[in-house]
């Protein structure tokens, strides 16, 4: 394979094993097995919690790509003494300091941040901040080229910045690829399987699936009280469903995150009371903010079958034992993206994954 221009990859605190994982694809790839594209970095912290960045790796002229999970909180410091959790502000602020660390050093800085840094406040409603967009512009200031995320929760927010390149991807075939992995038996057959939206706002990407594999698609509408908020939002008060029968159907849940999954759950229920078969749940992102055991009661009552979630953020080692959970490996897909970015080859075929998908279900229906 062709080299690109030096390539070097950053790995921000919790990303170690990813960026591993794809310095291996691409040493394997460029037939330098001896090579090793990382550059560390450290993030000292004093003792008031203040922090600096320190580049350990000379990274002039080079296309710096900087892996970053604001969104695990395994990670810890001390601060007066005590342990504390890294926070997604903690880990911008990070984020920040090794692009200031580099001091315009690099040929191109390309941020691969899979959870978008608030994404979730990425409009105005009110008097209130913007924080996503701020985000944004902040590292278009700090002269970052490309901001690549995944399954971001508006995506147009990237009109922040027009005038710099904004990538949102989604796992829709490393999803569909873990499913047949996991189950032979899945049939992509309009009388035997559906996709279904939990709510409104995920209508797109629902409907992307249902399109390439010529289904029915259903959604929930989540009925809200406005009159209160709670934890930020508005409360849910039901889901109403719009679609069609499902009895007997097997049916695929798809949305971009799991936060605390009563949401999630609740739209399972229905659909096994309304007579679907089984219940697969794909999730870009499993944060599941308020533990594993209302997750592992549902499971236990057959409320749904299995959860598919990418390796792109954090996941605790309690998650990866669950026999309901699946985790969903992008690292090779990544690695695709960073190669091609990197030789100036054109990465639009990658976004859009039909063929690959086509392919999928046509070796699917020839194992038969």
Not at 78 to 92: A, L
Not at 324 to 349: G, T
Request: charged share 25%.
């Amino acid at each position: 394979m062709k080299q690109g221009h030096d390539l070097a990859i950053i790995a921000m605190k919790g990303c170690e094993q990813i960026a591993s994982d794809i310095n291996y694809y691409l040493c394997d790839w460029r037939d330098d097995e001896e090579h090793n594209y990382m550059v560390p970095v450290t993030c000292p912290r004093f003792g008031s919690g203040e922090a600096k960045a320190v580049i350990q790796k000379t990274a002039r002229g080079r296309d710096i790509f900087i892996l970053c999970d604001v969104f695990n909180y395994g990670i810890t410091y001390r601060m007066y003494g005590q342990e504390n959790r890294m926070s997604p502000d903690d880990h911008f602020q990070d984020l920040k300091r090794v692009i200031a660390a580099l001091g315009g050093k690099a040929r191109r800085i390309t941020v691969i941040m899979p959870m978008l840094y608030e994404g979730r406040q990425h409009k105005r409603t009110g008097r209130e901040s913007l924080d996503c967009a701020i985000a944004l512009q902040e590292l278009e200031n700090m002269r970052v080229s490309n901001v690549i995320t995944f399954d971001a929760h508006d995506p147009r927010v990237q009109n922040a910045i027009p005038l710099s390149d904004f990538d949102d991807l989604r796992p829709t075939y490393q999803m569909l690829k873990a499913l047949t992995r996991c189950y032979q038996d899945i049939r992509f057959d309009k009388s035997k399987l559906m996709i279904v939206s939990p709510d409104e706002g995920g209508m797109q990407r629902c409907m992307y699936y249902s399109s390439v594999l010529g289904l029915d698609l259903g959604m929930f509408y989540k009925k809200r009280d406005y009159s209160v908020v709670v934890d930020g939002k508005n409360p849910i008060e039901s889901h109403r469903w719009l679609g069609s029968d499902v009895q007997g159907k097997d049916v695929i849940i798809v949305d971009d995150m799991i936060s605390s999954g009563e949401s999630m759950i609740d739209v399972a229920g229905k659909l096994k009371a309304m007579g679907a078969g089984r219940i697969f749940v794909f999730s870009t992102f499993g944060l599941f903010c308020n533990g594993l055991e209302v997750f592992d009661r549902a499971y236990a009552q057959g409320v749904f079958t299995k959860i598919f979630t990418t390796n792109l953020i954090y996941r605790t080692p309690e998650l990866l034992q669950r026999s309901w959970y699946c985790e969903v490996n992008m690292a090779k897909y990544l690695a695709y993206i960073i190669d091609a970015i990197n030789e100036e080859c054109s990465v639009s075929a990658m976004f859009n994954p039909y063929k690959k998908i086509e392919m999928l279900i046509q070796n699917m229906q020839k194992e038969g």
